[in-house]
């Protein structure tokens, strides 16, 4: 009977096929059949990201029963979060490594295989796990609970539609996609001096490649990112409800998702969540570790470990997990000090020996420079001096967790962030509250404060050094900490008498409310993004000329040019999407033109021919117009950068280039001339 049922299905598949396919329309096929091929193409991400997270699973698992985790008196949810981030932690370590041996390629799938069958056990057993756990979380028991899941709900499957759709964010375009793209063309992980930030660790971007290299499908990064978002959410909500209730941990959940950028986060190829993650992990971990759990301290080290091996910002949950640490054991400080920074450094060290052997710096481009890397660059790149305390804004950054949910913007500096007003603020209720914790909460509570505060003095010193620094985007391994407080904030107010006032009651209206009209965003998101296109018909190609507009077409019209060309990006930093056929240098630092003259390398005329001989044939030029304010133009006006220097561009463009091509509007692509 099992064969009849496939051959009626093979059947029935190609009766479609052969039905959509003879009534075409002229050129244009059915929409039908469109929506068809681009499902089939989405169910391949989704199969390749639950490949990835499977053995992943089953890897951690594995790696807790070596480590002799006792795991018993955790809620579900907490080991399956734990085993899932660890899991995945290593399986990019081991990805690492042989792509630095050059195998990078489809021998990392055979070996993926390779574990998946040896550790069958284990990943059968914890997918089991993760099954049981969303099975009990979608049970909601109270109209509160059950309104929490709908919204999380919501506003995850709306995340979903944007992680699957062809990614158009401009990180990943600069360098979260670049880098693993280049890898995978390259078969091995190679040195990139182009691109500074493809020397920093890549744990999130290894196992991006690891994914493109099965099916060469870009879209099959971003749900990733999406799973690592939901690992950090299972992580709170159980450590929540291991101490309070069920209440709580579906709160916790609700105030993460409360704050927009955040959100947007989960539908795009970045690395920020994976430090989410690890900071909830983390705090697991240690609040483990508080009840004479010694493994538990291994453990916590190889998670900062691992956090700092997605971005070095994490060296702010090192640090606070140190003092955390010193202030609950200060006189086992050496031994709990070996054990833990030990377990750290182990864990980072296959990053540093990337660094070593592509960048000679363990830590580039950092401290000890490295190639096509100087102090200009450095000063550049960190915007160093030009923090809070040096800005206008110096008043805000003695109440910078308040300012930052006040006036941040996604779309504005410093913060750069749409925070939201709740996870930052509403732990501050816990100074009138406290009282009203049980002492079970309350002894969570004292734990995530005591991780909190390092957390906040790093980030207060972050914003006052650098000019990025009060971005709240960096801090993001303390947000599940600020949620968690918020929670157990809820929680106190829970237990507040409901007479004459019921200010539980309130609060919780003013936050479906808050998260309500933040629904108009994400609406507002998806219309523009216009996913029909997609989704339905299929045109990634109109999708990305919709989303990205200008940039996109100026990549296609880099279709045109002879295979090999070596285009040289002008204050352009995106080189995704360029043609594969070519070679497109981008401007990350946009000093393509100031740096060589700032330093002394090149005079301008000595510049352009010194391009023209390292055999550089175009260059696509970003914002030559005057009043656009982005590209050239904006980078002209910067105060303190090389407006000397830049103005000398536009004079030296025509002398010895030619325009070729341009939009009319922002691009212009140039060609040497035949006098030059």
């Known amino acids: 009977m099992r064969w009849k049922k496939i051959v009626l299905l093979l059947a029935l598949v190609i009766l479609l096929v052969l039905y959509f396919w003879a009534h075409n329309i002229g050129d244009q096929p059915v929409i039908l059949l469109n929506g068809f091929v681009g499902l089939t193409g989405t169910a391949l991400d989704l199969l390749t990201v639950g490949a990835i997270v499977a053995v992943g699973g089953g890897l951690g698992r594995y790696a807790g029963r070596v480590l002799h985790l006792r795991t018993a008196d955790l809620h579900p949810a907490e080991v399956v979060a734990l085993e899932g981030g660890l899991g995945l932690g290593l399986l990019s370590i081991g990805t690492l490594l042989f792509g630095l041996i050059g195998l990078f390629n489809l021998s990392l799938w055979a070996a993926l295989l390779v574990v998946a069958l040896v550790l069958r056990r284990t990943v059968v057993g914890w997918l089991r796990s993760g099954r049981a756990v969303l099975a009990s979380a979608l049970r909601p028991r109270t109209r509160w609970e059950r309104l929490i899941v709908v919204i999380t709900g919501v506003l995850l499957a709306a995340a979903l539609l944007f992680a699957l759709a062809p990614p158009f964010a401009w990180d990943a375009m600069s360098y979260h996609l670049v880098g693993p793209w280049r890898y995978v063309q390259a078969g091995r992980i190679t040195t990139q001096l182009d691109n500074h930030f493809l020397g920093f660790p890549q744990e999130v971007e290894i196992l991006y490649g690891l994914a493109l290299i099965l099916f060469g499908r870009a879209t099959a990064a971003a749900p990733l990112h999406l799973y690592w978002g939901l690992l950090a959410l299972l992580a709170m909500a159980g450590l929540v409800r291991r101490y309070t209730d069920r209440a709580s941990a579906y709160t916790s959940v609700l105030l993460l998702l409360s704050s927009y950028s955040l959100w947007r986060l989960f539908g795009v190829p970045y690395v920020d969540l994976a430090v989410m993650a690890y900071g909830a992990l983390a705090l697991v971990a240690i609040t483990s570790w508080q009840q004479n759990r ?163 003095a790093f980030w207060l010193v972050l914003a006052a050094w650098s000019g990025i620094g009060a971005q709240p985007r960096l801090m993001l391994f303390g947000l599940p900490v600020a949620a968690v407080l918020g929670a157990l904030a809820f929680h106190s107010l829970s237990h507040w008498p409901k007479r004459p006032l019921d200010v539980d009651f309130l609060m919780r209206a003013a936050l479906i409310m808050t998260v309500g009209l933040g629904f108009f965003n994400v609406a507002h998101d998806a219309a523009q993004a216009e996913f029909g296109r997609y989704y339905i018909e299929n045109d990634a190609d109109g999708f990305l000329r919709n989303n990205l507009g200008n940039y996109y077409a100026a ?103 030619e325009l070729v091509w341009s939009d009319g509007f922002s691009y212009g692509l140039y060609r040497w001339r035949e006098s030059s």
């Not at 110096?394 to 962030?417: H, K, M, R, T, V």
């Open 294 to 456: 010694q493994s538990w301290l291994l453990l916590a080290g190889i998670l900062a470990g691992l956090g700092l091996g997605v971005k070095y910002t994490a060296v702010g949950l090192v640090l606070a997990l140190a003092v955390f640490i010193f202030l609950a054991q200060p006189r086992r400080v050496v031994r709990n000090g070996l054990i833990f920074g030990g377990a750290a450094l182990v864990t980072f060290l296959p990053w540093m020996l990337k660094g070593v052997l592509l960048y000679q710096n363990p830590i580039y481009p950092y401290w000890l420079g490295g190639p096509a890397w100087d102090s200009l660059r450095t000063a550049n790149f960190s915007a160093a001096g030009s923090g809070l305390l040096s800005s206008d804004l110096a008043w805000q950054w003695f109440i910078l967790p308040l300012s930052a949910s006040i006036f941040g913007n996604e779309d504005f500096s410093p913060y750069g962030f749409t925070l939201g007003i709740w996870l930052l603020t509403m732990p501050l209720v816990l100074l009138v509250g406290w009282r009203e914790l049980p002492d079970r909460a309350r002894e969570l509570a004292r734990s995530a404060v005591r991780l909190a505060l390092p957390m906040l």
């Open 555 to 657: 990549m296609r019209e880099l279709d045109s040019l002879p295979a090999g060309s070596r285009v040289l990006f002008m204050w352009e930093p995106k080189s995704f999407y360029c043609p594969e056929s070519i070679i497109c240098i981008p401007d990350v630092l946009f000093d393509h033109w100031s740096w060589p003259l700032q330093r002394g390398a090149a005079e301008a005329d000595t510049l352009m021919q010194q391009w023209r001989e390292d055999g550089v044939d175009d260059l696509l030029v970003y914002g030559l117009d005057a009043g656009r304010n982005f590209g050239y133009d904006f980078w002209s006006r910067q105060h303190g950068s090389a407006w000397a220097e830049n103005a000398q561009f536009p004079a030296k463009l025509a002398e010895y280039m």
